[in-house]
């Protein structure tokens, strides 16, 4: 799994070097939970569309979301996924060499 996620982010960084016109917006979760009104603003402006302040509180549309996600999508935007990774860095011991390259170009750290 590891190699396989490094081969797609592999492949994207490709595709955004030889195809100067690829619109793409990277967006990283700590930093939407982190400034989520800023990324907000820059993720609707990427695909041209106004701000709505309503897009800050999502978790107040009355619309029933019939996905999965449906709990999480009612609920306000959280942090508590931040360094969820942590409990589990001894078992992906064996491919933190793999995939420490990735995590720094994605401007992630690895803490222990």
Same mark, same amino acid.
């Given at each position: 799994? #590891? $190699?396989?996620? +490094?081969?797609?982010? !592999?492949?994207?960084?490709? @595709? $955004? #070097?030889?195809?100067?016109?690829? $619109?793409?917006?990277?967006? *990283? ?8 009104? #800023? &990324?907000v603003r820059e993720a ?9 302040? *309503?897009?800050?509180?999502?978790? &107040?549309?009355? $619309? ?6 449906? #709990?999480?999508?009612?609920? &306000? ?5 931040? @360094?969820? @990774?942590?409990?589990?860095? &001894?078992?992906?011991?064996? +491919?933190? !060499? ?15």
């Amino acid at each position: 799994i #590891a $190699r396989h996620y +490094v081969l797609i982010a !592999d492949l994207i960084a490709h @595709y $955004r #070097a030889e195809i100067p016109a690829l $619109r793409y917006l990277p967006l *990283r979760y700590e930093d939407m939970v982190t400034d989520q009104e #800023a &990324k907000v603003r820059e993720a609707l402006g990427f695909i041209g569309a106004e701000f709505d302040p *309503r897009c800050l509180s999502f978790e &107040k549309n009355t $619309r029933y979301a019939r996905t999965a996600s449906y #709990a999480q999508v009612t609920e &306000k935007l959280y942090d508590r996924s931040k @360094y969820r @990774y942590k409990p589990y860095l &001894k078992n992906l011991k064996p +491919v933190l !060499d793999l995939l420490s390259p990735l995590c720094a170009r994605l401007g992630y750290d690895i803490e222990a």
